[in-house]
């Protein structure tokens, strides 16, 4: 099996997460005996198409332009078994890269109108299509997100070369995350399955899909996390890329989002053997107290007071945000005595090891 895959995420390395996923699956293609090119269309030249229809008059069969598209990738296409189309979802659907890639395969249908036996009209092909996978990611974390894409996509490719499987992964951009580690090992291995499976059967099996769509946290979460994330971008006016260059940190709103950051950025490794309860109670306008229970390198965040903590932190909300996001050193403002703590402060020591 020849396979051609696309990518039109303008994003590469860990940014991507179309990215990571497709180099998965085509892992698995490739383990599977497939022959699989990987094409990113940011580093090509693809114009719009321009509605001439020369393609179908003139010069029947050849686009007018004379760019990548024409002169190397609608050729490549043509020759190939089955494509991927592997596209960040922008506006509900494909995004624009993607979109345009697809429009300038124009040429290999002719301009007649026929009506297939029992459907609905269509164009005569030159020659068969290529099979297609869709694939794609989103930032929400509702799978019906993806309903409009999965509407273009069974009409467009149901009729031209068929379509093989559609993966969509929502709640994308939490993969990175250090809490789901294991979880993300477990999507990724059963997309490389996905592969292997869409050479050898040409589908995907449901129990195979199921493991790459599993939710990784409950969406209100996914809600909050998100929000914080925007809210901390917004405030200290970077963009998301330079988020990650300054390696910042979300910078909760309140005790939910204390409780939720913490919960994220918590490194099993950094606690194990240790049993503890640390306890925090906020002043300022963002009041109250909540605790946070470690036991057998597992995590729980639990609003009110504990009945005996080993280490209570009190402090003014906005402070002790400053102390954990890296905006203010912990230990001057210790001594600053812009926060106290009573109880076993070696624990507080060890929240560097503890959380990222």
Known sequence: MKVLALNSSPRTGGASKTEMLLLKLVEGMQEAGAQVEVVNLREKKINFCQGCFSCWTRTPGRCIHKDDMA?????????????????????FSFNAEMKAFIERTLPFAEPFMVREEGGHLTHPQRQKAPTAVVLSVAGFPEQDVFDLMSSYSRFMFGYIGGLAAEIYRPAAELLN???IGDLRQRILEATVQAGRELVEQGAVKPETMQAITQPLMPSEEVARVANMFWRTCIEAGVSPKQFGQKNMAVRPADLEDYLLMMQMGFNPQGAAGL?????????????????LVIKDSTLQGVMGPAPQPDVTVSAPFEVWMDVVTGKADGQQAFMEGKYQVQGDVTLLMRMGQMFG
């Not at 002169?71 to 991927?84: A, G, R, S, T, Y």
């Not at 049993?275 to 009041?287: H, I, K, L, Y």
């Open 71 to 91: 002169q190397e990738l609608f050729p490549k296409w043509l020759e190939v078994d089955m494509c991927i189309y592997a596209s960040p979802l922008y506006h």
């Open 275 to 291: 049993q503890a309860v640390m306890q925090f109670d906020f002043s300022g306008p963002v009041e109250g107290s909540c605790h």
């Open 177 to 179: 995350l250090p809490t």
